[in-house]
Nanobody
């Protein structure tokens, strides 16, 4: 089970850190992803990190502003979001996979959290 948190209302240019806590120790061998969905839009890949934390990937829209990380001792993955823009608003979901070649595709992930809302005011 995955539990995302940390969303909220922030002004454009501000920062937020999202967390995704996993309920099982097996989390530490799962690759993790973050996706988001804005109203009226398709779910979009945001970031992914492999189970070791040695490989990180960020979507084009967030590269240079967002950073994914994880702490396996705490069974938690993070998404540090900086220089937020109004177009970053949406529901952010964390997801887990035991392995996929399609880390940017939601279909590559078997387990999903419930989502946390991010609102960015202009």
């Amino acid at each position: 089970q995955l539990q995302a948190s940390g969303g909220g209302l922030v002004q454009a240019g501000g920062s937020l850190r999202l967390s995704c806590a996993a309920s099982k120790r097996t989390f530490r061998v799962y690759d993790m992803g973050w996706f988001r969905r804005a109203p009226g839009k398709e779910r979009e890949f945001v970031a992914a990190i492999n189970w070791r934390g040695s490989n990180k990937y960020h979507g084009n829209a967030v590269r240079g502003r967002f950073t994914v990380s994880r702490n396996n001792a705490k069974n938690t993955v993070y998404l540090q979001m900086s220089r937020l823009k109004p177009e970053d608003a949406g529901v952010y979901y964390c997801a887990a996979t035991s392995g996929t070649s399609y880390y940017t595709e939601s279909a590559g992930y078997a387990y999903w959290g419930q989502g946390t809302q991010v609102t960015v005011s202009s």
